[in-house]
T-cell receptor
Framework: SAVISQKPSRDICQRGTSLTIQCQVDSQVTMMFWYRQQPGQSLTLIATANQGSEATYESGFVIDKFPISRPNLTFSTLTVSNMSPEDSSIYLC????????????FGSGTQLSVL | QKEVEQDPGPLSVPEGAIVSLNCTYSNSAFQYFMWYRQYSRKGPELLMYTYSSGNKEDGRFTAQVDKSSKYISLFIRDSQPSDSATYLCAMSEGSGNTGKLIFGQGTTLQVKP
């Protein structure tokens, strides 16, 4: 298993500002991901955070809006840029500790409200 | 049409009841099926996972996959108030979990004492 810590757990932000969310894992993991959970909607994959290279974004998500860093095998950040009320959501970090075929673990999430 | 459909509920049952939660899907390439439980203000927690068709049992929980009907189910026997949570079905293509999961909307379950 993996213990995932996300910071902040919640935040209220003003329109037009940016917020960086941190994800720290207690052990080295092969794969890390960022998901979004909008109110009343399904959990949706934003991107795969690749260690040492640019993140791989899913359809509908772009780097300018959601820049991601992954400097090592235990840490990643997601930035939500130029926020609007539509970005109000829960953002979740997830990991596959052993790579493909293993169980996907989630952090507790960051509850973001944009005014 | 969404790739994965799940009735959001809410579903309310008395303690001790058998609960049936279901999802349908449209992508025949899905091979790996999971159920997650999510308590309020917590991240999803993996309950069950199944590869391809068949049944899998773990304690009070049974997961069923019917690929011919594109239908998956989670049964909870002897439900407890502590089972009150949102249950998410999730799926992926390929022979293992790639981390790229397609989720249902989640069903909110309340088990009343």
């Amino acid at each position: 298993s993996a213990v995932i810590s996300q910071k902040p757990s919640r935040d209220i932000c003003q329109r037009g500002t940016s917020l960086t969310i941190q994800c720290q894992v207690d052990s080295q993991v092969t794969m890390m991901f960022w998901y979004r959970q909008q109110p009343g909607q399904s959990l949706t994959l934003i991107a795969t955070a690749n260690q040492g290279s640019e993140a791989t974004y899913e359809s509908g998500f772009v780097i300018d809006k959601f820049p991601i860093s992954r400097p090592n095998l235990t840490f990643s950040t997601l930035t939500v840029s130029n926020m609007s009320p539509e970005d109000s959501s829960i953002y979740l970090c997830s990991v596959l500790p052993g790579g493909r075929g293993e169980k996907l673990f989630f952090g507790s999430g960051t509850q973001l409200s944009v005014l | 049409q969404k790739e994965v459909e799940q009735d959001p509920g809410p579903l309310s049952v008395p303690e001790g009841a058998i609960v049936s939660l279901n999802c349908t899907y449209s992508n025949s390439a899905f091979q790996y099926f999971m159920w997650y439980r999510q308590y309020s203000r917590k991240g999803p927690e993996l309950l069950m996972y199944t590869y391809s068709s068949g049944n899998k049992e773990d304690g009070r929980f049974t997961a069923q996959v019917d690929k011919s009907s594109k239908y998956i189910s989670l049964f909870i026997r002897d439900s407890q108030p502590s089972d009150s949570a949102t249950y998410l079905c999730a799926m992926s293509e390929g022979s293992g979990n790639t981390g790229k999961l397609i989720f249902g909307q989640g069903t909110t379950l309340q088990v009343k004492p």
